[in-house]
């Protein structure tokens, strides 16, 4: 019944559509919904529709109790329910795993991550090699609404309704892996073929029925816990999740879980994949894949193509079928041209008689999502300004930045919401509000000659203006500052990330005799590694108004992180507006 009880000792279940139960008050009163439950499985057949009986509605509810009763089979009604079986037999599930796609930082929908279950089939199926044919399930929000302002207003207030979807893993292979350019990592669980046939019949039963879905708690990844909790009652997996449920948080806990799955196995993206292919050519033969897609004409192809030993053609061919998908995407239904240029490449490759390396295929190693820092963060910090002495707290509740060690998340990303800062100024003995983050988002992602996305930064929230010649409590105003840009990688001898981003910056409030600014600058930084505990932060931003006083700012920024242990980092931060200077120094706690 997915039932908690609620602070004041009551029971209430997660789901809220009435219609998912047999009794008027079924999700807070578990003895009248059992006797509902009871009654039902005994009553008459219904007459037209023999599905609709409850022991066909309620598969996983009959099994169970009929399993704990021992029902006497003279008193139940002969009930044959041809659509659960038939669906049954479609799912044919003999093991359950665990999948989380990996952070995708251009969906609000997607930045967080996403998990959901795939059911393996049964391994006498021939075709269930690559699980490409397996079935999933998945619960998603059934969106009202493509506005993104709109999407975030009913996610967080629960005005969408949540459902449960089974699909083939090829869907989700192609949108995540290959449209997406997601990894997918996948968790072999550890569930008795009682327990996979109890989960299979369960989810019939809220495949039915709709559930209220809230982004930050009562979401994607949350309402796959109690599935695994129904299918396996020894399980608690659920508690704790109250203010907020993140996807790598649930896969973390599940992990924890003695003996409930396997460590994860990637299933990397198409664009992973060609990357890795192409690490494996040299610069000509690199300009010879590029060749071969600005003209294939089969002249052309052989004149590039005969500069190469026929091994190296081989890899040649195969990077430029990886391109060329990438490029036009991986729809059934690409143009007639394209069409024909991949099947050029693909009859080339197999005149040539030449096996791939095994080696080739295999993409560049990167960090499980659960062994990343823990997603919600609290700080102190002791810092001296040119105006004071000062102690601050903060408190971030989801999810990484630029600062923090990148293992486990997309390099060059940042996604803060709710970061809270706290200042207590000794000179004044005042305590006032330093930030309130709502949003804060920044997307680096490298530049490449075959991967060009651009980069782009939103920050939306509250903060004082350093650069104001009066007291900070004083100047706090909501500010708006967003832009695109690029950003690209120097290898050796350590990875240096280098960004450039566009600023327009506007804020609102008293802080300004005009009631606010508005501006356009531009900012630069880099960001390196070391290694996994010793990191650099360094930019600088420059931003010129058009309506505010003063005219121009200059924030300059350096910020060295050190990792004590995997959940304590110790942080120094200078910066530097116009005039303005302060030094901080803190101890950042992950939980």
């Known amino acids: 019944m997915h039932r908690r009880k609620n602070a004041f000792g009551h029971w209430k279940s997660g789901i809220d559509d009435p219609h998912f139960f047999l009794a008027p008050r079924g999700s807070d009163d578990p003895d009248a919904e059992l006797a509902a439950t009871l009654r039902a499985f005994f009553d008459p057949l219904p007459v037209g529709d023999h599905q609709a009986h409850a ?66 089939r049964a391994p006498q199926d021939p075709t269930a090699t690559y699980h490409l044919l397996d079935y999933t399930a998945n619960f998603a929000a059934d969106a009202t609404t493509t506005n993104g302002i709109l999407y975030a207003w009913d996610g967080l207030f629960g005005r969408f309704r949540g459902r449960f979807s089974t699909l083939p893993y090829y869907l989700k292979v192609q949108q995540y892996n290959n449209l997406e350019s997601r990894d997918l990592w996948e968790y072999p669980l550890h569930l008795t073929p009682a327990q996979v046939d109890l989960l299979v019949r369960h989810l019939w039963e809220v495949g039915q029925t709709s559930m209220a879905y809230y982004f930050f708690n009562r979401n994607c990844s949350y309402q796959l816990m109690p599935i695994l909790e129904a299918a396996a009652p020894d399980l608690e997996l659920s508690r704790g999740f109250i203010l907020k449920t993140i996807p790598s948080d649930t896969l973390r806990k599940i992990r924890s879980w003695p003996g409930l799955a396997d460590p994860g196995i990637r299933r990397p993206s198409e664009q992973a994949e060609m990357i890795a292919h192409r690490s494996h050519l040299n610069e000509k033969e690199i300009d010879a894949v590029e060749a071969l897609l600005r003209n294939s004409t089969s002249v052309a192809a052989e004149n590039v193509l005969s500069l190469f030993a026929a091994d190296r053609q081989a890899l040649i061919l195969e990077s430029a079928q990886d391109l060329l998908r990438y490029r036009e995407g991986f729809s059934l239904d690409l143009p007639l041209a394209t069409q024909n240029k991949e099947q050029d490449l693909l009859v080339r490759r197999s005149q040539l008689h030449v096996s791939s390396p095994s080696w080739v295929t295999v993409p560049e190693l990167s960090v499980a999502p659960e062994l990343g820092h823990r997603t919600g963060r609290v700080s102190v910090t002791q810092g001296f300004s040119s105006r004071s002495a000062f102690q601050e707290i903060g408190l971030r509740p989801v999810l990484h930045d630029l600062d923090d060690p990148s293992a486990g998340y997309l390099e060059g990303s940042k996604l803060e919401m709710f970061n809270t800062r706290l200042r207590w100024d000794d000179r004044r003995a005042t305590a006032y509000l330093e930030e309130l983050s709502l949003v804060n988002i920044v997307s680096l992602p490298e530049w490449d000659r075959w991967v060009r996305k651009p980069s782009w930064k939103v920050n939306f929230g509250a903060r004082v203006a350093p650069e104001l010649d009066r007291d900070p409590e004083n100047s706090l105003y909501f500010g708006l500052n967003f832009g695109p840009g690029w950003s690209a990688r120097v290898p050796a001898p350590w990875p240096v990330h280098f960004f450039i981003l566009a600023d327009v910056d506007g804020g609102a409030g008293s802080p300004w005799r005009a009631g606010g600014r508005f501006g356009a600058g531009g900012s630069a930084g880099l960001l390196m590694e070391y290694s996994h505990a010793i990191r ?35 942080r120094v931060t200078l910066e530097e507006w116009n005039r303005y200077k302060e030094a901080r120094v803190g101890l950042f706690w992950f939980l």
């Open 55 to 120: 022991q066909c509605r309620y598969p996983a509810r009959y099994a169970w109790l009929n399993q704990q009763l021992n029902f006497d089979p003279r008193e139940l009604p002969e009930v044959s329910c041809e659509r659960f079986e038939a669906w049954r037999r479609q799912m044919n599930a003999c093991s359950v795993s665990l999948v989380f796609a990996s952070y995708y930082m251009n969906n609000p929908a997607s930045m967080y991550g996403h998990t959901f279950l795939r059911l393996n």
């Open 536 to 570: 650099l932060r360094a930019q600088i931003q420059e931003v010129h108004y058009v309506v505010g006083d003063p005219d121009s700012t200059t924030h300059t920024e350096i910020v060295p992180s050190f990792s004590l242990t995997d959940r304590l980092d110790l």
